[in-house]
């Protein structure tokens, strides 16, 4: 994720300052399989070289409980165009589907990443926002662009949205 962070600094809110201090367990606690895990991080791998990555939270509080977030998506520059993003996203969406109680997947995407949009688009994610001023990069103010993905459809057709 530190390399993420340096070769694409618009596509994330977080930084490597931020992050680079941060002990080995926090980041381990993300790679979990224990069943009950609120996080989830989804590693794609070229042959023993971690190529791509992305994460799954899941919402705790009670009333938000129905909901997860798709975060941290990254695929190294020479390994794109080669459906490894596409394959971490189904499996985040796959993952989410297989969870009991989980109706939809959130993301944000910074609105320069246009190639992102796209993926995730055609993956079924809508939008349904725009956040203007939403992360600062040097002097440079970008938007958020918020999407969602329907993983449960009971009850969609029926105005419970």
Known sequence: MLEAYVDEP????????????????????????????TQLVFGAFVETQLVGV????????????????LFGMAVLPQFRGQGIARALVEAVLAKAR???GTRIVQLT????????????????????????????VGEAF??????WCAVDE??????SR
């Open 54 to 69: 992305a994460g799954l939270q899941f919402a705790q509080r009670e009333r938000t409980r129905h909901k997860a977030s």
């Open 10 to 37: 618009c596509a994330f809110q977080a930084t490597v300052p931020e992050r680079e201090p941060l002990p080995l367990e926090w980041w381990e606690s993300r790679v979990s399989d224990h069943p009950d895990a």
């Open 98 to 100: 297989s969870t009991p």
């Open 154 to 159: 009971r009850g969609w057709g029926s105005g």
């Open 142 to 147: 970008l938007s958020l662009n918020h999407m």
């Open 109 to 136: 995407v910074t609105e320069p990443n246009v190639s992102a949009i796209r993926l995730y688009e055609s993956c079924g994610f809508l939008p349904f926002g725009t956040e203007p001023y939403a992360v600062k």
